[in-house]
């Protein structure tokens, strides 16, 4: 597979990853109507994580969709901006990213685990 398609299919797989942001965000509208205390302020933890993961998800799939219009020079332009010329190539690129979409998954799980158990108590 070609640079470029590598780059293509990377940033369609992490915009995948959106829907689960949508889930943590109605997650956490539950926790708060429904939740009081320590538990309310855990789901908001690990909502606040959430939010912190979907941003970073996001921003690497616009990144690997720019990448996949110039596989070659766009990653080696955007270390020269960052001040880390050649310190990372595509493929751990890719794999750091798509790491951040699962850490994504396992927080809202940790999310709605906690929104579940919490309200499963209460009752």
């Given at each position: 597979?070609?640079?470029?398609?590598?780059?293509?299919?990377?940033?369609?797989?992490?915009?995948?990853?959106?829907p689960?942001?949508?889930?943590?965000?109605?997650?956490?509208?539950?926790?708060?109507?429904?939740?009081?205390?320590?538990?309310?302020?855990?789901?908001?933890?690990?909502?606040?994580?959430?939010?912190?993961?979907?941003?970073?998800?996001?921003?690497?799939?616009?990144?690997?969709?720019?990448?996949?219009?110039?596989?070659?020079?766009?990653p080696?332009?955007l270390?020269?901006?960052?001040?880390?010329?050649?310190?990372?190539?595509?493929?751990?690129?890719?794999?750091?990213?798509?790491?951040?979409?699962?850490?994504?998954?396992?927080?809202?799980?940790?999310?709605?685990?906690?929104?579940?158990?919490?309200?499963?108590?209460?009752?």
């Amino acid at each position: 597979m070609s640079s470029s398609a590598e780059c293509r299919v990377t940033a369609a797989l992490l915009f995948a990853f959106r829907p689960v942001s949508f889930a943590g965000h109605a997650t956490a509208v539950v926790a708060g109507f429904r939740l009081t205390g320590w538990w309310c302020a855990l789901s908001l933890a690990c909502w606040a994580v959430l939010v912190y993961l979907a941003v970073r998800v996001e921003f690497d799939a616009r990144l690997f969709a720019q990448f996949a219009e110039d596989p070659e020079g766009a990653p080696v332009e955007l270390d020269q901006f960052l001040g880390r010329a050649g310190q990372r190539n595509l493929a751990d690129r890719r794999r750091g990213a798509l790491r951040l979409g699962w850490l994504l998954v396992v927080a809202w799980v940790v999310q709605l685990s906690v929104l579940i158990f919490a309200i499963m108590l209460s009752k």
